[in-house]
């Protein structure tokens, strides 16, 4: 839950904002993002990482504002498309402080990266490191760039989301040359500088353990493109990957902890080979989001299926929160509106989509008494659920507020049925 959540006469409030206030002017279903929260845990990535780069990853969620409070908090952004960079641009967050990621960067985003002065592009393959070239040459522009390495690392998380082993789409392998190839051409190029090596291993990580032989194996490799090459790469940036508590039992590291183990990791491996600090850098996306949002939903039927459970169908479903359907994630919900001391009911959430994989949260206990109108509240949901919202079954998608100190403001509207006729025009 967001830091300022409380129970205030039985009902939540957050960032000093009732729930039924809430829903009564924005509406639900609702994503509410606690900006305090998203602030604080943020400056904690950054006070964490004293003397290395935070880049707050945007495909958790970004719209402007939240962009604008990346930059106040001093952190820099990761973008990982076209229209997240356009999103940064148009929050005028200094297009020095980005880092331009994707495993297919069309000729088109990098042309607007390079002209738009993007601090790093983060290289994944060999035809983007000619498309780059391209790109950088015409403009007579020398984007600086890190090369995405596979270091072989097989993180513990769900496959969907791991992206260190070698069989999987992103980056250039350690185990067959492909990296050092890599680094070899960038090197050699006139029309890019090569400044570092990236990693990210993959997402909602709860162990140092796998971090850690990725910030090893990085080094390593500094380490040999400094014996090979004789140039000594200032950057190594760890990606992603944090992961963060979404139910009570989850153990998430802390920032400092992180920290202190990556950085003495690296220290110690480039001591050892009497070559400099290089400068690191982390991309915590989720971490920073996650825990600051909240989804309301309104109940809208409940169903009892005699002798198994009761079905909660909720206003929204697999459009706003596609999490539980794609990678079985667990959540915690619990009723906001009022409080109930009803008996706990054996509950599934669902949505008001056409299928039976529609589910929020499969398996809770919810109050015997809930009824058509209450307000259900579903914690850290501030990552990865805005940002992978659809239109299925042709439902508008939900408003984005912020709350602080006592008020709420809308940063991104709700859209309407005209939004999605508008774009139908055959
Ligand atoms: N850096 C890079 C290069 C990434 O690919 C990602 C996430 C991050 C940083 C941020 O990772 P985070 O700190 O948020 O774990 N949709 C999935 C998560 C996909 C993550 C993709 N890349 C989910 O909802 O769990």
Redesign the pocket.
């Known amino acids: 839950w967001p830091r300022t959540a409380t129970r205030v006469g039985g009902e939540i409030t957050i960032g000093g904002v009732g729930v039924t206030e809430l829903a009564r002017e924005h509406g639900t279903p609702l994503y509410v993002i606690d900006e305090a929260d998203f602030r604080a845990r943020a400056r904690d990535y950054r006070l964490a990482f004293n003397d290395a780069d935070v880049y707050y ?1 945007g ?2 969620l970004l719209t402007k504002a939240v962009a604008r409070w990346v930059a106040e908090e001093g952190l820099k952004l ?1 973008v990982c498309s076209g229209g997240e960079l356009a999103v940064a641009l148009a929050a005028d967050f200094p297009p020095e402080r980005i880092g331009m ?1 994707g495993n297919n960067k069309s000729e088109a985003e990098l042309a607007r990266a390079v002209e738009a002065g993007v601090g790093r592009i983060i290289v994944d393959s060999f035809d983007e490191i000619d498309r780059l070239e391209r790109v950088a040459a015409e403009r007579g522009r020398v984007p600086e760039v890190l090369v995405r390495v596979t270091t072989g690392v097989e993180a513990h998380t769900h496959e969907f ?1 791991a ?1 260190a082993h070698d069989d999987q789409k992103f980056g250039l392998a350690m185990s067959n040359g492909a990296a050092s190839e890599a680094v070899r051409r960038l090197l050699a190029s006139e029309h890019v500088r090569l400044v570092g090596l990236h990693s ?1 291993i993959g ?2 990580i709860f162990d140092t353990a796998g971090f850690e032989v990725a910030a090893r194996r990085l080094s390593t490799f500094l380490t040999k493109i400094h014996a090979e090459h004789g140039v000594f790469l200032p950057e190594l940036d760890l ?4 992961g963060i508590a979404y139910l009570a039992e989850d153990d998430p590291l802390e920032p400092k902890t992180i920290a202190e183990s990556l950085t003495s990791i690296v220290a110690h491996e480039c001591a050892a080979q009497n070559l400099p600090m290089p400068r690191i850098a982390v ?5 920073v989001a996650g825990p600051a949002g909240v989804t309301l939903y309104e109940v809208g039927t409940v169903k009892d299926v005699e002798g198994i459970r009761t079905y909660v169908s909720v206003d929204g479903g697999m459009s706003d929160n596609i ?1 539980t359907a794609l ?1 079985g994630a667990e959540y915690t919900c619990v009723l906001a509106s009022r409080h109930s001391d009803a008996e706990p009911m054996l509950s599934r959430l669902v949505g008001k989509h056409c299928e039976s994989g529609d589910i929020v949260v499969r398996d809770l206990y919810l109050p015997s008494d809930l009824r058509p109108g209450d307000l259900v509240a579903v914690a850290a949901t501030g ?2 659920c805005h940002s ?1 919202a659809s239109n299925y079954n042709h439902l508008p998608r939900p408003a984005v507020v912020a709350v602080r100190e006592g008020a709420s403001r809308t940063l991104v509207r709700r859209e309407t049925e005209e939004d999605l006729l508008r774009l139908d025009v055959g």
């Open positions: 990853a495909k958790a990761d990621h989301v992206t990210h997402s909602q990606g992603g990957g944090l991309e915590p996306g989720r971490a999490r990678y990552a990865y992978m």
